[in-house]
C-alpha cells in the first residue's frame, strides 16, 4: 500500500473510508427517511364501497323494468301506408303494428280479415274476395291498440268495365282523421284537376263547416290557397306529396273560384283553379242518400257510381233542381240527394 500511496498512505485510507461511509449513509437517508418529516406513510389499500338494498324489491323493480321495456318495444299502435284498389276490386294494404303482431282488418263492425307482421313490424293485406261495388271503412287492430287514422273507399258500379270515357280507375280511397275529415286522398276518381304534379283531390267539412281540402304537389312544396283574391291558408306537401289543410274559419255561402298557387323557393312553379259552392250548412239534412261533390266529380260519374249506369243521371238532377243550373256544370262542395232508382 505504500508502494501505491506513498508516505500519506494512512491519510489517503482514512479519507477514502469516510467517503464510501458518506455515500452509504446518504443512500440510506434518501431511501428510507421521507422528505417531509410531518407526512405519515399508509400502506395503499383499495375501498370497496358496499350498498345494503333489499334484494327483493331491486329484482321486482328491474324485472318490472324489463318487462315495461319489452312490452313497449313489441306494442305500436297499427297505421296504413298504402291502400290500393285496381279496376276490378282488388284491394291490397301495406302497414306497420308491432313486431311479428297479429293485426286485424275492419270494415266498419264486420272483420275483413287477418295478418302477422314481420320481424320488422310490416305487414302485408291481400283479402282473397275482390271488393264488390259499395262504401266500405277500414280501420285496424293490434293487441288491445286501434288505428288512429280509418280508411274509406268507393267503389262505383260496373268498375271492370273500362270504355272510351272511362279509362281511369273511379275507385276513390282516402285516409281519414280521427274526426271523419279527409286527411289525404291516395286514389281520386279524376285527374282532370292537374296542373303538372299539383293537384286538388278532395273537399269536405270539419265538424265546425270549415272546408277541408287535400291533394297532391311537389315533396315539401308550399301551397297557398286562395278564395278570390284573399289568401284563406297555406299547405305543406309531405315526403310523399301528399298536403291537407282545414281552413280555420267556415266560409260564407256562394260561389267562389277556388286558387291554389304551388311555391318553392320562393317562385310559383304550378297553380290551378276550380269553381266550388258553398251551400249554407245549416239547410241541409244530412242523411245516408247524401253525396258531397268532390273535384272532378259529374252527374254522370256520380250516377254510375250509384246507379251502376251513367246515363241515369236524370234522377239526380231532378232530385237537386234547385241547386243545378246546369247538369253539365256542378261544382265541389254541393251536396245532393240521391234518390233511390225505383
Request: proline share 5%; charged share 20%.
Amino acid at each position: 500500500m505504500k508502494m501505491i500511496f506513498g508516505e500519506n498512505t494512512k491519510q489517503y485510507l482514512t479519507g477514502g473510508g469516510l467517503m464510501i461511509a458518506a455515500i452509504v449513509f446518504l443512500f440510506l437517508v434518501i431511501k428510507y427517511v421521507p422528505l417531509d418529516p410531518t407526512k405519515v406513510e399508509v400502506e395503499p389499500f383499495e375501498e370497496k364501497i358496499h350498498f345494503e338494498v333489499e334484494p327483493e324489491l331491486n329484482s321486482q323493480t328491474a324485472n318490472n323494468k324489463d318487462k315495461s321495456e319489452i312490452k313497449s318495444s313489441l306494442l305500436s299502435e297499427p297505421t296504413f301506408d298504402v291502400v290500393n284498389v285496381d279496376n276490378e276490386g282488388q284491394l291490397i294494404i301495406a302497414g306497420r303494428a308491432g313486431k311479428n303482431q297479429l293485426v286485424q282488418i275492419y270494415n266498419g263492425d264486420q272483420l275483413l280479415g287477418e295478418v302477422t307482421t314481420n320481424q320488422f313490424g310490416e305487414f302485408v293485406f291481400m283479402p282473397d274476395k275482390k271488393l264488390v261495388p259499395g262504401a266500405y271503412d277500414l280501420s285496424l287492430a293490434s293487441d288491445g291498440l286501434k288505428s288512429l287514422d280509418s280508411v274509406s273507399i268507393i267503389v262505383p258500379e260496373n268498375q271492370s268495365i273500362i270504355t272510351a270515357e272511362n279509362k281511369a280507375n273511379d275507385v276513390i280511397v282516402t285516409v281519414n282523421n280521427a274526426d271523419g275529415t279527409i286527411k289525404k286522398v291516395l286514389q281520386g276518381a279524376s285527374n282532370s284537376s292537374e296542373a303538372n304534379n299539383l293537384s286538388f283531390d278532395s273537399l269536405s267539412y270539419s265538424d265546425k263547416g270549415s272546408l277541408n281540402l287535400s291533394g297532391k304537389a311537389k315533396p315539401g312544396s308550399k301551397i297557398d290557397i286562395y278564395i278570390g283574391q284573399k289568401l284563406v291558408g297555406t299547405a305543406y306537401a309531405d315526403t310523399e306529396g301528399y298536403w291537407n289543410i282545414i281552413l280555420d274559419k267556415p266560409v260564407n255561402p256562394g260561389d267562389y273560384i277556388l286558387r291554389f298557387n304551388e311555391i318553392e323557393n320562393g317562385n310559383i312553379i304550378a297553380s290551378l283553379e276550380t269553381p266550388i259552392r258553398q251551400i249554407d250548412l245549416t239547410e241541409v239534412a244530412v242523411s245516408d242518400n247524401m253525396i258531397l261533390v268532390q273535384p272532378g266529380n259529374s252527374l254522370w260519374r256520380i250516377s254510375r257510381r250509384f246507379y251502376g249506369e251513367g246515363i241515369m243521371y236524370t234522377l239526380i238532377f231532378k232530385a237537386n233542381q234547385n241547386q243545378i243550373d246546369n247538369p253539365d256544370l256542378i261544382y265541389p262542395g254541393q251536396i245532393f240527394e240521391i234518390p233511390n232508382s225505383n
